[in-house]
């Protein structure tokens, strides 16, 4: 604390991120990275980017991102002016609550979803009511029926891994005219229906994707949004008010170098999906209970161990998951699908510790 603070800094709660290990070789299934390198593609582009000479980052970067978004929109079937291009989505829905969620009604989230959405909320000043998942972890749409001044989730939801179907989804969008509806599809890749399909019928929905999780690009923070060009125009019009060049050169040669390989982005999704498959079986052979999952991730609990101490007792193996300490969850384990081989290291780390408990 200091006198120097500005009132809002004393007003914050900080968004704390997964632990990022310094350990040569730690079992990281704490923060949904991919267990997979991105495109041998990438590697190449950034490398023609930077040349003998680096010569090129002399200059600024296109502050549009003009070539990423032709080819993401490209991919997506979409129009260029439907795509907004940021740094990682967690800035490209910072400047969504600046630029389209900040109203006299209050916006509505699910109280278990991603824990940075309270986290803008509190620092843009933005009125939020909670809805509470259902018993079995669900989004039930028919409980965002009531006035809002939006509505934002993540589908599959985070950290409970549940999709809802598309149907769902446009029902939402279509019940609610008045205000934009928000999906975050930062897992959509691992097995949801994607609405982007819907956006060319509803001027109020807007869709959140990232290279961080399926495209193996954490490390170079690109996040995209995509919806009417009115609403990707709102957007642009916060971006140029706070930052002309989000993305960098190397950023944006590597994400358009990862959507021109689809293959590779295919053949990485489909390993993680089947390992997924693998793990959920093998985590409920040893008395685990757990959402079905569409995402990189499961959410685990274990009747018969506390689940605070579980994570602390993988963490002293150089196993790492997320543990979070929130009402209704704090007895569930969230946990990134590693390789076929990290997951085996997990699961014999907890045949340790539950002492060969078979359930
Ligand atoms: C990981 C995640 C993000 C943030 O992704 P970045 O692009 O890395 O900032 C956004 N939303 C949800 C639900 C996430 O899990």
């Known amino acids: 604390m200091s006198r120097y603070w500005s009132d809002i800094v004393h007003r914050l709660t900080p968004y704390v991120p997964g632990e990022q290990p310094a350990l040569a070789h ?24 930077l040349g003998e000479t680096a010569e090129s980052l002399r200059r600024y970067p296109d502050p549009t991102a003009r070539m990423l978004r032709e080819t993401v929109a490209a991919h997506h079937g979409l129009k260029v002016d439907q795509v907004f291009a940021g740094n990682g989505s967690d ?20 109280d278990v979803t991603y824990s940075f959405y309270p986290t803008y909320a509190r620092l843009y000043d933005v009125a939020y009511r909670t809805i509470p998942l259902d018993d079995a972890f669900q989004i039930r749409i028919d409980d965002y029926a009531q006035p809002n001044g939006g509505i934002l989730f993540p589908n599959p939801n985070a950290p409970t ?6 149907s769902d989804i446009e029902r939402l969008v279509a019940s609610n005219p008045d205000s934009v509806v928000v999906i975050d599809e930062a897992y959509v890749d691992f097995g949801a229906q994607s609405a982007i399909s819907l956006i060319g019928k509803y001027p ?7 290279t961080s999780k399926s495209r193996s690009l954490a490390g170079m923070r690109v996040g ?29 040669a590597a ?54 101490t579980l994570a602390a007792q993988l963490r002293e193996k150089e196993i790492f998951v997320r543990h979070f300490k929130l009402p209704r969850i704090d007895q569930h384990l969230r946990i990134s699908i590693g390789t076929d081989a990290e ?15 078979v359930g």
């Open 26 to 49: 730690p079992v990281k299934l704490n923060t949904n990275e991919n267990p997979y390198p991105p495109s041998p593609a990438v590697v190449s582009a950034i490398r023609s980017e």
């Open 91 to 110: 800035e490209v829905l910072a400047t969504v609550f600046q630029a389209l969620l900040k109203h006299e009604q209050p916006i509505l989230y699910p």
């Open 161 to 166: 891994g549940h999709a809802l179907p598309l």
């Open 204 to 210: 109020n929905l807007l869709v959140v994707h990232t």
């Open 224 to 252: 995209f949004a995509f919806g009417d060009a009115a609403l990707i125009d709102a957007l642009n019009r916060v971006k140029d008010s706070f930052n002309s060049y989000p993305l960098d050169r190397l950023a944006q």
């Open 255 to 308: 994400a358009t170098a990862a959507y021109q390989d689809d293959a590779w982005f295919r053949e990485c999704t489909g390993k993680v999906i089947a390992s997924r498959e693998r793990l959920t079986a093998q985590l409920t052979a040893l008395g685990f209970e757990m959402v079905p999952s569409s995402a990189n991730f499961v959410f685990a609990r274990h009747g018969g161990y506390d689940a605070a």
């Open 343 to 357: 997951c085996d290291t997990l699961l014999d780390a907890l045949k340790d510790i539950l002492g060969g408990y």
